[in-house]
């Protein structure tokens, strides 16, 4: 692998800028980062996203390693930017993100558990403002907070249903008891505001606007309120600087904040994308799930805050995810199914309406896994020719930057063409509104409902003035519809908003389609069962 001084100088960073984490890993200054900003973008923005994923991933990952390693192949600069791995996946269905085969970040093992500790400072600031928040009832609460309206919940980087809905203050003298929760860290507001910060300031102001509860007069109560926010800046200092490594062929890549992608906004932090685009002439950027939520969320969300647009957007489709789109079950959808591959194209057309819509110029990365067929890729390119859309086979995984030459050629020619992302909805538009124009548009709804609890939320927000986008709509990845049963291209359905909450610090609004637990649990066998440590300390079996 290269070293900490090899990659900073491939960006045109210097020893000063950027701080050594151990031989291959590094952290960039945030005023280094400022600086380079300041003289301008260089590059152009490419972004990752997916048709909608069965529960294993269709290999975002592994295709935004490739095609970076693809543009540096053919003498490009190129940077990978991802978002760092949470333990609660690593250990649970999905296993590590760090790519596979020929396609990974390196060095994968510490990236997964761990890397440089950023979670668990976000786990430490999120923990310090419950801890800070039940202090302040136990001294007096001069506030006025009311537990029962106490909002601000726990945070663990672990997935465990168990811990889902806890009572706190029990048997404690002074301490009223009440009801609270774990989030998983990267559900958490905090990574959110990580991800989106501009600087240590802006990082400052964005956690005192977080909403810790109401009191009983309706007042918000924020953690400025409660003397937090400075504390809660202070243990993010080193989790703000962006983390830069590479690829398996060394390509260098920046991994840094992990925000949900559908609890929250899904991508790398601004600062590693601003930097990528300072520095270099692509920097290929992942976004969580498929156009729908990961893909609507950068042009809505985060592409406004930083002021960039985005050139050109890669679609990952693979052969099992269509299968299983039309019809086909978990273990017949890993071989070819012609019928059922057909039928799930209707699929793949919804998502390429999804990034028309989004403004962005889409090519068709097809990602190969073993027991993919010829003819049914033959089937997608045939079935994308009229729609003037490129279908390129990616092999990242197996052939590294060699399998990913073909499509970094068909991503320049999209990004020459001049397409530039644009927001679904002008700023300004009301909440309702927002959540109605996703769902009709990008999700093929006939409408948007209300519970009786999200319209009482709703109405909250608006006498503190919070009721404003843009909408973070949370809801299951597993089909366009808040309903994972809903396959292929839904029609004839209504979606229902839950309930809502607000984002203060980051700057959106959360709104809960379906069955979304901030919580995840791990399923009968986890993927940790098949981790194992071995006696030279060598760690295997993260899949």
Not at 187 to 202: K, P
Request: net charge neutral.
């Amino acid at each position: 692998m290269r070293s900490v001084q090899e990659l900073s100088s491939a960006l045109g960073l210097g020893p000063d800028d950027v701080t050594p984490a151990g031989r291959s890993v590094g952290k960039v200054a945030v005023s280094s980062v400022r600086e380079r900003i300041g003289r301008g973008r260089r590059g152009k923005l490419i972004l990752v996203t997916g048709m909608t994923p069965t529960r294993h991933g269709e290999g975002k990952t592994v295709t935004t390693i490739g095609l970076a390693d693809g543009l540096a192949r053919r003498g490009r600069a190129s940077v990978a930017c991802l978002r760092q791995p949470s333990l609660g996946p690593v250990f649970g269905i999905k296993g590590g993100a760090t790519g596979g085969g020929r396609a990974t970040v390196e060095p994968s093992d510490e990236i997964n558990f761990g890397f440089t500790g950023d979670i668990h400072a976000v786990a430490s600031s999120h923990n310090l403002l419950a801890a800070l928040a039940d202090n302040h009832l136990y001294h007096g609460n001069a506030l006025g907070l009311d537990p029962a309206r106490l909002l601000w919940n726990r945070s663990m980087d672990m997935e465990d249903r168990a811990l889902r809905h806890i009572t706190v203050g029990d048997g404690v003298p002074r301490q009223p008891p009440h009801p609270s929760s774990f989030a998983i860290t990267a559900a958490s507001e905090v990574m959110a505001i990580l991800a989106l910060a501009r600087d240590y300031a802006d990082l400052k102001r964005r956690l005192e606007r977080v909403l810790v509860g109401y009191a009983a007069d309706g007042r918000p109560i924020r953690a400025g309120d409660l003397g937090a926010a400075g504390a809660m800046g202070a243990l993010l200092r080193h989790a703000l600087e962006p983390n830069l490594v590479q690829t398996a062929e060394g390509t260098p890549a920046l991994v840094h904040a992990g925000p949900f992608g559908n609890l929250a906004h899904g991508t790398c932090s601004r600062l590693a994308i601003e930097l990528g685009l300072a520095t270099s002439d692509y920097a290929v950027v992942e976004a969580g799930f498929a156009t729908e939520l990961g893909a609507e969320k950068f042009v809505d969300i985060v592409t406004p805050a930083i002021g960039v647009d985005v050139d050109a957007a890669v679609l990952v489709v693979t052969q099992r995810g269509l299968r299983a789109q039309g019809g086909a079950d978990d273990a017949t959808s890993a071989s070819p199914a012609p019928a059922a591959l057909a039928r799930g194209l209707e699929n793949l057309d919804q998502h390429l309406a999804n990034l028309r819509s989004l403004g962005l110029a889409a090519t068709v990365a097809l990602n190969r896994f073993p027991g993919d067929s010829a003819e049914e890729a033959a089937v997608v390119r045939e079935h994308c020719r009229p729609l003037e859309v490129d279908v390129v086979e990616s092999r990242g995984f197996e052939e590294g930057a060699a399998g990913c030459e073909e499509l970094a050629r068909a991503v320049e020619r999209a990004a020459s063409l001049g397409h530039h992302s644009r927001p679904l909805y002008p700023a300004g538009t009301p909440l309702r509104r927002q959540v109605e124009v996703v769902a009709t548009q990008l999700y093929g709804a006939d409408g948007a409902d209300e519970t009786p609890e999200a319209v009482g939320q709703r109405g909250q927000l608006e006498q503190i003035g919070e009721a404003t986008g843009p909408v973070c709509l949370a809801k299951t990845p597993l089909s366009l519809s808040d309903d994972p049963r809903r396959l292929g291209r839904p029609r004839g359905y209504r979606v229902t908003v839950r309930r809502y909450a607000r984002s203060a610090g980051a700057g959106f609004t959360v709104a809960y389609l379906g069955a979304v637990e901030t919580m995840p649990g791990l399923p009968s066998r986890p993927a940790s069962d098949g981790i194992d440590l071995l006696p030279d300390g060598t760690v295997t079996g993260v899949r």
